[in-house]
C-alpha cells in the first residue's frame, strides 16, 4: 500500500554567496619570458614594440599537422603559404621541415625562388598573375592552378609550340552549406561551370589538365565542410576524367584550418571550439579514400597550411605609453546618436580603464576580426578589471581591444600580445610610425634578429623628388 510523505511546510532559506569572483572577467597570467628568453631582454637588445617568433612552436606545430595528415593518407605534401608570413627566416624553418611553397604573387614566387625552392616544387595561385611571372613558371615548371578564363586563354597562347601539353590544375569554388562561398577565386563547382571548362580544355591541345584546387575560406571552425568540400573535389576529379580529361593526379584542398585565435563573435576560449588538426585530417582523407577507385593509386595531396602552422608561434611585445579612464555609453543611445535618429544629448554612464601601446592596428591588422590576448609581463596581484587597448595612431578606431581583463599598468609596463603570427607582418604598414624589429627565438634559446627596425632611409628610398621641389 502506498503510503503518502508526510507534508512539509515550506522555507526560505537565506544563501550567502561570499564574495565576487574577482577573476571573473577572465584570468590575466602574465608572460614574462618567451621560450625561456625573458620579455625585459628582448626588449632591451630591440625595442618596443617588437615582434617575436618561437621557433620550437613553429616546428612543433608542423610536426603535429604533418604527422596528423600522413598517418592517413600516404602521399601528402604540405606547401608553406607565403602570404601568411612571408618573412625568410619563417619560410625556411617550414621548408627545412619538407614543406614546398604557395605563392599568390610574383613578388612571393621571387620570394620563394630567392629561398632555394625550385619552380617545380611551387604553387602559383592567385587571382592575377603577370603575363612575365606565368612566362617564368611555365619554364621553371611550377604548379599553376588557374583562376579565370582570361588566364587559362593566356596560358594557352603561351604553351603554342610546346613539345607537350603544359599540365595545369583548376581552382574550383565549392559550397559546403555552411560558409560563405569564395566566389571571386575560381570557377564555380556547383553550376556546371567547371565541366564546361573542362570541356574547353580538352579541345585546346597544348593544355592538360592534372589536378583540382579549392580553398573554402580561411578560420573553418567546422571540420565537416572540408568533408563535403572534399566530396566534391573527388567527384568533380572522377567527371573530369570520365570526360576525357586528365588523368588527375593531384588534388589540392588549400588551408583554412583554425589557430588558437578567438573571433570577436566567439563566446567560447578557443581551447573549446579551435578543432584538433586531427579532425581536419580525418575529414579530409578519408573522404578521398573512400571516393577513390580501388584499382587505382590515390592523387598526391597538397595542402596549403598557413594560419594553424605559425598564428601561436608569433607574439607581439608593445609597452604603455599613456594611462586614462575611457567614458562608457549606452551602445544603443551612442548608435541613435551617430546616425543622426535621436538628437537627445549622449550621456556617459560610468568609465573604465584604457591603455595606449606604442603598437597600433598598423600592426594588427587581424585585430578587425580576432581578439588577441593580452598579457601584462610583470606578474600583479591586482584583479583584472576590463581596460580598453588603444593603439599609438592619430585614429579613433586604432582600438586592439575593446574590453580586455588586465590588472592597473603604468605607463612604461610591457604587455605580450598573443597569437599574432598569421598575417599581420604581411598586412602591417607605416602608417605615421616605422614598422618594428622581429626575433626568432631559436631552439637554443639563442635571439635571432630576422627582420631589422626600419627607419626614414628605408621608408623613403623608393621616393623621387622633382627638381623643382628639392630646394630647402
Given at each position: ?66 604527422r596528423a595528415f600522413t598517418r592517413r593518407y600516404e602521399d601528402v605534401q604540405f606547401a608553406w603559404s607565403y602570404k601568411t608570413n612571408h618573412l625568410n627566416a619563417i619560410c625556411r624553418v617550414f621548408h627545412q621541415e619538407g614543406s614546398i611553397a604557395e605563392v599568390v604573387s610574383g ?347 626600419e627607419n626614414l632611409e628605408y621608408v623613403q628610398g623608393m621616393e623621387v623628388l622633382p627638381a623643382h621641389l628639392s630646394g630647402s
Amino acid at each position: 500500500m502506498h503510503t503518502r510523505a508526510p507534508y512539509t511546510r515550506p522555507t526560505v532559506q537565506r544563501l550567502s554567496q561570499g564574495p565576487v569572483n574577482p577573476f571573473r572577467h577572465g584570468a590575466s597570467p602574465a608572460c614574462s619570458e618567451i621560450d625561456g628568453v625573458t620579455v625585459a631582454d628582448l626588449v632591451k637588445q630591440h625595442g618596443s614594440p617588437l615582434f617575436v617568433y618561437s621557433e620550437n612552436t613553429l616546428r612543433s606545430l608542423y610536426r603535429n599537422a604533418h604527422r596528423a595528415f600522413t598517418r592517413r593518407y600516404e602521399d601528402v605534401q604540405f606547401a608553406w603559404s607565403y602570404k601568411t608570413n612571408h618573412l625568410n627566416a619563417i619560410c625556411r624553418v617550414f621548408h627545412q621541415e619538407g614543406s614546398i611553397a604557395e605563392v599568390v604573387s610574383g613578388f612571393e614566387y621571387e620570394k620563394a625562388r630567392h629561398n632555394g625552392i625550385p619552380g617545380n616544387q611551387i604553387i602559383f595561385n592567385g587571382p592575377h598573375k603577370e603575363k612575365a611571372d606565368l612566362e617564368r613558371a611555365i619554364s621553371e615548371g611550377a604548379m599553376i592552378q588557374v583562376d579565370n578564363m582570361d588566364e587559362l586563354l593566356v596560358l594557352a597562347d603561351m604553351a603554342k609550340g610546346r613539345r607537350e601539353a603544359l599540365p595545369i590544375a583548376l581552382r574550383v569554388h565549392i559550397s559546403t552549406g555552411g560558409h560563405v562561398v569564395w566566389s571571386k577565386f575560381g570557377f564555380n563547382g556547383d553550376d556546371g561551370e567547371v565541366q564546361q571548362i573542362i570541356r574547353r580544355i580538352i579541345a585546346i591541345p597544348q593544355l592538360r589538365l592534372i589536378g583540382l584546387h579549392t580553398h573554402i575560406g580561411t578560420f573553418i571552425l567546422d571540420p565537416e565542410w572540408y568533408q563535403i568540400a572534399t566530396r566534391k573535389l573527388v567527384g568533380l576529379a572522377l567527371e573530369a576524367e570520365a570526360m576525357g580529361a586528365g588523368p588527375i593526379t593531384y588534388l589540392n584542398l588549400g588551408g583554412g584550418f583554425a589557430s588558437m585565435a578567438r573571433l570577436h563573435y566567439q563566446y567560447l576560449p578557443p581551447e573549446q571550439v579551435t578543432p584538433a588538426v586531427d579532425r581536419y585530417a580525418e575529414a579530409i582523407c578519408d573522404t578521398i579514400t573512400g571516393m577513390w577507385p580501388a584499382n587505382r593509386p590515390l592523387p598526391r595531396l597538397y595542402l596549403e597550411t598557413g594560419r594553424a602552422l605559425v598564428d601561436d608561434a608569433g607574439y607581439l611585445i608593445a609597452s604603455v605609453v599613456a594611462v586614462k579612464r575611457k567614458s562608457i555609453h549606452d551602445p544603443l543611445q551612442a548608435a541613435l546618436v551617430a546616425y543622426g535618429k535621436n538628437s537627445a544629448p549622449l550621456v556617459a554612464h560610468g568609465s573604465q580603464n584604457a591603455l595606449v601601446l606604442d603598437a597600433g592596428i598598423n600592426l594588427l591588422y587581424t585585430t578587425t576580426w580576432y581578439q588577441p590576448r593580452i598579457f601584462p609581463v610583470k606578474p600583479c596581484l591586482d584583479a583584472p578589471v576590463p581596460t580598453t587597448v588603444y593603439g599609438c595612431l592619430c585614429m579613433n578606431i586604432d582600438v586592439i581591444r575593446e574590453e580586455a581583463p588586465l590588472p592597473n599598468l603604468n605607463t612604461g609596463d610591457q604587455v605580450v600580445i598573443h597569437p599574432v603570427g598569421a598575417y599581420n607582418q604581411t598586412q602591417s604598414m607605416q602608417f605615421i610610425t616605422y614598422r618594428p624589429a622581429a626575433v626568432l627565438v631559436g631552439q637554443d634559446k639563442r635571439v635571432h634578429l630576422i627582420r631589422k627596425r626600419e627607419n626614414l632611409e628605408y621608408v623613403q628610398g623608393m621616393e623621387v623628388l622633382p627638381a623643382h621641389l628639392s630646394g630647402s
